[in-house]
């Protein structure tokens, strides 16, 4: 049986990487098959809700008379309807995770394609099962969106066993091939090729993007969260502000702006614009940060009203569990799964402390693992 996993949960204080990482509970590809055989009428809802989105990036975005591509009363003309496949748009939702972003299979491919470097070259048959779930998510999906699946799942047949010598840029072209496959069908795969109109990115995905996507192709270039690479910079409760990563501190700043500049919500740009706070004053000057705890809450309440959740409680490991894992006990409650290389779980529980170490940036001598 073909299967992916879904990674085990952690305290917020846990998320930063300090351990080659854990794997992913397991998803057969008979869901996906089952997914398949509903395509049809899944595949329209998907097609009108993306088109919805992404049309008025294409058509030039919403006027006074509506939005673009509309006849004013919010109804899409027949020019501006697109036709996707059902079974390119059930594969699209697959990886992409549209529109609820709570669990893609794209996550996962970041997350193990920022820990390849370190881990790859000691369990490379680990690093090959991505091939599989890929490949298995574009199956029945039209020959140039499986061609790209299949240029994907190659970077996983050869690059991570190379360690720190794979090519990073040769995935982040086959990631983009994938997303250029979906982008009609896929309002996540439409960012992930660059920005669109400010103002029209799904804030569910925003959410997403800021508390649970791996951190592989920003400029952190490791496969922790954003927010657990800004605990290091700002804290996540009152810290000093290191004063020799000013880029890192520019860099986030630049990208929370474009965050908040893309969010469709109003509540959402709200709470961003408070994370983003400790990183312009750093920027200013200041060298001290009361850190992020509240203004994550705040982004997380947020987020949260929009149905995306980012801290579900699972008692199982006194930590949090995945908005799909149900904290029930069983393999995602804190052990991993036998012989997997460890993930950490990188979902949101603001009560934790700061991690203040050790740097998840650096190795860790204690145990082995590098950043």
């Known amino acids: ?50 088109c919805s989105g992404l ?57 193990r394609a920022g820990t390849a470097p370190d881990v790859g070259p000691s369990d490379p048959m680990f690093y090959a099962m991505t091939v599989d779930d890929v490949e298995t998510a574009f ?17 996983f047949r050869t690059e991570p066993e190379r360690g720190a010598d794979a090519d990073r840029e040769a995935f982040r072209t086959a990631w983009e091939g994938v997303a250029g496959a979906c982008e009609g069908a896929s309002a996540a795969a439409a960012w992930a090729l660059g920005p669109g109109e400010d103002g029209t990115k799904p804030s569910a995905l925003v959410c997403a993007d800021v508390l649970d996507t791996p951190s592989t192709l920003t400029h952190f270039a490791n ?47 709200a709470a961003l614009e408070q994370v983003r706070a400790p990183f312009q004053d750093a920027l200013d000057g200041a060298t001290w940060s009361e850190g992020l705890q509240e203004p994550l809450t705040a982004l997380t309440d947020a987020c949260a009203a929009l149905g995306y959740d980012a801290s579900v409680a699972d008692p199982g490991n006194g930590g949090t569990a995945d908005a799909g894992s149900g904290g029930d006990g069983g393999e ?39 950043a």
């Open 1 to 50: 049986m073909r299967s992916r996993q879904r990674r085990s949960s952690f305290p917020l204080s846990e998320r930063v990487r300090n351990e080659p990482a854990r794997l992913d509970h397991a998803r057969s590809s008979v869901g996906r098959r089952v997914a398949g055989t509903l395509a049809p009428a899944l595949g329209l809802a998907l097609v009108l809700s993306a």
């Open 55 to 111: 049309g008025q990036t294409s058509a030039g975005g919403a006027s006074d008379g509506g939005a673009a591509g509309s006849d004013g009363d919010g109804t899409t003309t027949a020019g501006q309807e697109q036709s996707v496949d059902p079974a390119l748009a059930a594969a699209c939702a697959d990886f992409w995770g549209d529109p609820d972003y709570a669990d893609p299979l794209s996550r996962t491919v970041l997350d």
């Open 139 to 155: 199956e029945a999906a039209p020959e140039d969106a499986r061609a790209a699946a299949t240029a994907l799942a190659d970077w």
């Open 223 to 269: 496969s922790n969260v954003l927010t657990s690479n800004m605990f290091k910079l700002v804290g996540l409760s009152a810290r000093a502000i290191p004063q020799d990563r000013g880029e890192d501190l520019r860099a986030t700043d630049e990208l929370l702006a474009g965050e908040i500049a893309a969010a469709d919500d109003d509540a959402v740009r």
């Open 332 to 370: 995602d409650s804190g052990g991993g799964i036998v012989g997997a290389p460890a993930v950490p779980d990188r979902r949101h529980d603001p009560s934790a402390p700061d991690p203040l170490t050790p740097d998840p940036l650096t190795p860790d001598p204690s145990n082995g693992a590098m």
